[in-house]
């Protein structure tokens, strides 16, 4: 996740966006390729970065879930878990792909073909909206 974040510090930088880091006390391991877990890792924060005005919050968690290794990312606006509603339900056409931030379901395809998955959750606050990927732990 910390690599990332790096990854996108420039798109960060330019919108003024806030990223924050929580993670789990201990590490988490997962058998999978290093490049294409922040690939897809950062997919998901620029999403977040394009769905937040400018000055937006991020957050990325990275936390145990049952055997799995999942990094939740959300914005305070909570705005991506909306659009990745509409982009992972095919409703999503290449001009919305190219204007808010790379392509979830490529992302996600990424991640399933090492073990993961690429999701999100809506509701009714922030707090309850989010996308995410996961991989098994090792």
């Given amino acids: 996740a910390r690599a990332a974040i790096e990854a996108c510090a420039t798109p960060a930088h330019v919108r003024d966006a806030r990223v924050t880091l929580a993670l789990e ?21 620029l999403k977040a970065m394009d769905a937040s005005p400018h000055g937006g919050e991020i957050g990325v968690t990275v936390l145990r879930v049952g055997q799995a290794a ?26 919305f792909d190219h204007a808010y931030g790379g392509n979830l379901a490529h992302a996600r395809e990424v991640a399933r073909a090492m073990g993961g998955a690429v999701g999100f959750r809506t509701g009714s606050t922030p707090a309850e909206q989010a996308i995410w990927a996961q991989w098994p732990l090792a």
């Fill in 25 to 45: 006390p201990d590490p988490l391991w997962i058998d999978a390729d290093r490049q294409r877990v922040q690939d897809v890792l950062s997919t998901l924060l």
């Fill in 70 to 95: 999942r990094a939740v990312v959300s914005d305070a606006a909570a705005a991506v878990a909306d659009l990745a509603a509409i982009e992972l339900t095919g409703k999503a056409s290449d001009d």
